[in-house]
């Protein structure tokens, strides 16, 4: 039964005649993994673009914006599926979300086969400004090589000049390192070893951790996401490890919703990141004060690339007055937006389609028995370095 | 660096840890499909669900190791009450309903939990007596992973004495061996069953427990760990107390030194160990009488 | 043929979307088919099938995309890959039994996702795109619109069907069925009981490969998750639900889960929970699947027990 009111459902969905746009409310569609162990990122990031979409009063030159999420369980095939839903069945005028890089990899060409724009809120594989790079896609959260590519130089200048790699064996860690050894080794650091743990089995960084020790290194770069960031940084500690081999990471080991399993094995860590909560700019205090009211709770990186990845859009039709019916016209708009935002300043890279963004480098400390980020330097402006896009102008 | 006494003690020490705590599930799904001929997928379940009991009882009571008294009795009656309101109904149905019957427990516990708890990782926090390090060749290894390894063997020297000097083990034993001739005995085979079924989910929420502080405590932590336990029950010999053991020290150990030696191949190298012994040993290492050819 | 009728009325009437639903049905349909041949029909259960799926998309990636092989060459190719691999396996896996013959399966599956995963040619985890369909515009057939691609799916789910309805009643097939019911008798007659449970999983691995060339062409997509041993649960789960054993049970659940999976998030946020719950409920009550429900008597066999002798 249910499946014959879906199916008449869709019908009815699907043979609506286009009335004229300017009745119709604008969608944007969002693919999100919203089952499985990535449920809460995912809210976390919704959350931030229900904020963006407040902050536009929820509508656009008198049309209201309306927001579809589908649950793309990560997995490329899913993610497929439901955008054609989104795409083919809602009529999406924009697509947005996605966390997993094979997700954005798979839905490419069919967002431009059907030339929909999508803004990605969190996919960091390089590929995707690089050479998969689409005049119809862009990216506002980060690329791998964007995160780290300026962590080793900076690491060089406070002494460390050996550094062991650790990370779970998938893309997103092993870009990660990769960057990460070509700027410290060209800033004359020495990296001392790597290894990367099966993603998705046994949890137990043991073996690891002893093999990075023997190798005696300065610092240990470790690249971690989700239920294994807690698991490694836990393990970690218990390894009594901390004074003769600190830990230096980038995003992803040690954000807002994990540190309390993680407790005190937080602290003391050098981080290099797109954003921390505690900027103290006028932009993201004001941010922190709306996400603060409405969620009762921190809004973290995730919340706040959510938050940029709605603005970006509603900046863009805000400066179309509303107008959907160009779909090229949007994306065009979308590369030329550019604000000052919690992150700080952000625009868009005509080159590759990518966001150009302060990183900041940080460190976690324990204060009053909770731990939170220091900001010890930033890098303004830093452009995706990612390579091999090569994109019509 | 790998005859280096301090990295390799550290590293056996790894492999035991992971051996222990695979055996304490391993063996009661092995008993429970000699026994029972049931293939009980959920059994990773009742190791998420005492785990995730754990969390409560440290949060809310504040101590560990009233955890570690209550949730394995937790995860025993919930292993009970499954068995007694569900899969005892099909046992009789054959492997392939078993199988559709507990990755529908498998789904609706996964949910359960995230409905519970919510989607975020859990943590349980080592208990303060063993969160230091204890001295091995110079270099630091956790204390609690020594506990972990403590608590493995009083288990399997507890069972191996159950096995093999008590009644209800030598019925046990038997039932494995032929469970037929067992019942034309006389013993209640159905109370021998919940029984067994009892104390292998007491094992695994023991293993939750204990596993917790290390692990984590996540929703899909049961899938991450259930194929492990298969090819430790698979390799060792359904059935089979020593099979169990061996099992779980080959695979403990394989693993471990797999992903330090092989990293290239550490994904695929159990499945490849588990395949060999198959090829050369189709009945496991060491399987009881009646799997043996 | 029921089926086959009621397939068609689905596809006149659905929408872009829709189609994508009935391609991917149709597609899964063959899938869990080549599963029941094997599993059903010769009463081995393997669930490891996600590999050979695996095999045939991205072999066909590999013949069509990568070296660049005309698509029809590479189809054929990719089934007879897939075929291969069977037979290769199936030499050694063959003899096992039960519990083992799927654990072994569910290795062997494992085996090529890690291989998938790691290896750049294939882009490892990001899975690789740019699979284009096959041209069939000499026919006047676009197949990249979705009504001609699902019609095309349907199509050839109906062929298998046809050819699997024609083997079962072939002399081979029948024995096959003895052999499941009774293999130590088939065995005292003198059948050599080796070779046919290697044709049979020959052919099953065959299919499964064919079911892997459409996946790519219609996601136009492959990455390692399509060998992941979730998927070979799912498609096992779906020849349960369906009715294992008949032909007709693995189109049936193939449609049951995959509407479920992708329609059952849009409406409800613990949709793992209500498809537990589905599970269960059938395993209780409908443990031979909806064609067991509706015919009342069983298809070509109940659950295979394990070989343990007693």
Redesign the interface.
Known sequence: MKMLRTVLGLIAAGSLAPAAWAQQPIKIGVLMPTSGVLAALATEQINGMNIALEEFGGAIAGRKVEMIVEDDEAKPNVGLTKARKLILSDRVDVLTGIVGSDVALAVRPFAEANRVPVVIANAGANALTGENCSPWMFRVSFSHAQLVSNFGAWLVKRGIRRVYALGADFVSPREMVEAFRKGFVAAGGTMVGEAFAPYGTTKDYGPYLSQARAANPDAIFAVFYGAEAILFVKQYQSFGMRDKHRLVTTMGLTPQMLRKAQGDAAAGILESLNYVPELDTPANKAFQAVYLKKYSALGAEFAVMGYDAMRFILEALKSLNGRTDDKAAIAAAIRKVSYEGPRGPMSIDPRNNALTQNIYMTETVNQGGQVVFRVLDTVPRVADPSEGCRMAR | MLLDPAFLAAQLLNSLQLAMLLFLLAIGLSVIFGLMNFLNLAHGTIYMLSAFIAYSVTQHLGSFWLALALAPLAGAAIGLALFVVLLRRVEASGHLVQVLVTVGVIYVGMDAVRMIYGDLPNDVPLPAVLSGTVDVFGLGYPAYRFFIIGIGLAVQLALYFALERTRLGAVVRAGVDDRATVETLGIDIGRVFRLVFAIGAYLAGLAGVISAPVFGVYPGMDVMIIVLVLIVVVVGGLGSFHGAILGSLLIGFADTFGKILLPNFAMMLIYCVMAAVLVIRPEGLIPSRRFRA | MGLFAAAVV?HA??????H?LIA?TAIFAVFAMSLDLL?GYAGM?SFGHAGFLGVGAYAFTYFAVILGWPPYAAFALAIALGAATAAIVGL?VV??A???F???T???S??FH??A??NPTFK????M??IARLDLSALGLDTNN?AVFSALAIAVCALVWAGMEFLVATPFGRTLSAIRQNQSRMRALGCPVFRYHLAAFVLSGALAALAGVL?AQH???I?P??AN?LVS?DV??AV??GG?GTLVGPVLGSAILV?LR??L??FV?????C??????F???FA?RGICGLLLGAPGAG?????A???
Not at chain 3, 13 to 18: D, H, I, N, Y
Not at chain 3, 124 to 127: D, F, K, V
Not at chain 3, 269 to 273: A, K, T
Request: charged share 10%; aromatic share 20%; net charge positive.
């Open positions: 689905w009437f659905s929408t872009p979307f829709g994508t991917e599993g259960v050694f003899r096992m039960g519990v083992f799927i654990m072994v569910l290795s062997i494992m085996m890690a291989w995963f790691r490892g985890a990001n899975g795109g740019g979705p996946t996601t136009m997509f990455s998750e399509m041993w649960g096992l789960i349960i639900i294992i509407v992708d329609t998030s849009s946020h613990y949709w793992y929970f498809l537990g719950l589905v599970f269960i059938f395993a209780l443990p109940g659950a295979p027990k394990s343990a002798k007693r």
